[in-house]
């Protein structure tokens, strides 16, 4: 593969291998590539529910495939809140399918996605902050079952649970993220009605991250005592952002970007198995009647301004993102790939798990 760097260098890159090429004519077109981008918030993608328990294999696979299509080299399979059984039969699937992909062609394909996302069960069960999490299985984190349910979910996982949205609102923020670490989970701050000084004691315990900053709210907000203003406050505290054009207005994106900065904004997809699919009207069997329209928004089919979730890519998102001009083209890529990678793995590119893509919409 030949393209030009973020820096101007044309390079010829061999697998891990950089060679500078020099000597190029004028005329040479050669195109922007960067490493690829990595997306630690993905329900579903291009027909697959990773939530669903009718999840094929081959639905998995051909999800991943569509991903990198979209520049995605790296995701975290994210399952939401449902019954602890659900939650890790659900991993045993993917873990199943793991295996199965390790012994054939798809091995590669499966790399893509080294860990999981748990978004849940402990979050608030306040209408508005729960989002579309269903209420019946919201678990308080002072549950007495709490970490027997995490410590087999991690171990049906094979270790593989990264990232853990909860809410700090009870009693022992700081006890739950300490036992999150000691699971080898990285704590995050999300779907929560906590008060500042709740989410002072989880960060100062060891939460990092704030998940997708300014959705997951209630519609009215008290003007000062709000979770937005303290997770801004905390220095910190990375927050993952969705740069869909629907989720967040513009100047919410900017401001996030502005205060959270290079190494600590991250773009994420949140996406549902609409992401990566044409327009149209859709029935399933959970969501309902929904519609995407052509600009990628997805909606409830008779509420246009009911969002059913969210339908780009992080490749969309960062086209969003750049469009706005707040940030350059690749302060924008690195959101979604130096940054994430480097938090999740503590380096920002890595041949295997971010090679080199094509930055430009044309063919992969
Ligand atoms: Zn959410």
């Known amino acids: 593969m030949e393209g030009i760097l973020w820096d101007g260098r044309a390079v010829e890159v061999c697998g891990t291998e950089f060679r500078e090429l020099t000597d190029l004519p004028q005329s040479s077109s050669l195109r922007r590539i960067a490493p690829g981008l990595t997306d630690i918030q993905v329900n579903g993608f291009g027909g697959a529910d990773f939530n669903d328990p009718e999840l094929t294999f081959s639905g998995y696979i051909q999800a991943l495939r569509a991903l990198r299509e979209h520049r995605v080299t790296c995701a975290l399979p994210t399952l939401i809140t449902n019954a602890p059984e659900v939650i890790l039969d659900q991993l045993i699937r993917l ?212 969002l059913a979730g969210a339908a780009k890519s992080v490749w969309e998102g960062w086209m969003h993102m750049v469009s706005l001009g707040f940030a350059t083209p690749e302060e924008c890529w690195h959101a979604g790939s130096g940054a994430p990678l480097k938090f999740l793995i503590g380096r920002e590119f890595d041949p295997e798990l971010t090679p080199m893509v094509f930055v430009d919409p044309e063919e992969p």
């Not at 609102?169 to 701050?189: D, Q, Y």
């Open 95 to 306: 873990e199943t399918f793991r295996e199965e992909a390790e012994k054939t062609v798809d091995a590669d394909t499966i790399a893509r996605a080294p860990f999981y996302h748990l978004e849940g069960p402990f979050i608030s069960p306040e209408d508005g902050y729960r989002g579309a999490h269903p209420l019946a299985h919201v678990m308080a984190t002072d549950d007495p079952n709490a970490e027997k349910w995490i410590s087999r979910w991690q171990e049906a996982a094979h270790g593989r649970i990264r990232l853990m949205t909860f809410s700090p609102h009870g009693k022992n923020a700081a006890e739950f993220t300490a036992m999150l670490r000691k699971h080898g989970i990285l704590p995050a701050i999300g779907h929560t009605h906590a008060g500042s000084a709740q989410i002072r004691e989880a960060v100062q315990a060891g939460t990092v991250l704030a998940t997708h900053l300014g959705n997951a709210c209630a519609q009215l907000l008290p003007r000062h005592a709000n979770p937005i203003w303290a997770i801004l406050a905390e220095d910190e505290l990375a927050v993952s952002m969705i740069p869909d054009g629907f989720h967040l207005p513009p100047e919410m994106l900017k401001t996030f970007y502005r205060v959270k900065g290079r190494e600590k904004t991250f773009l994420i997809s949140d996406a549902t198995q609409y992401a990566g699919k044409k327009p149209g009207a859709y029935h399933t069997h959970i969501g309902g009647d929904v519609i995407l329209t052509p600009e990628r928004k997805l909606h409830i089919a008779d509420s246009p301004n009911v």
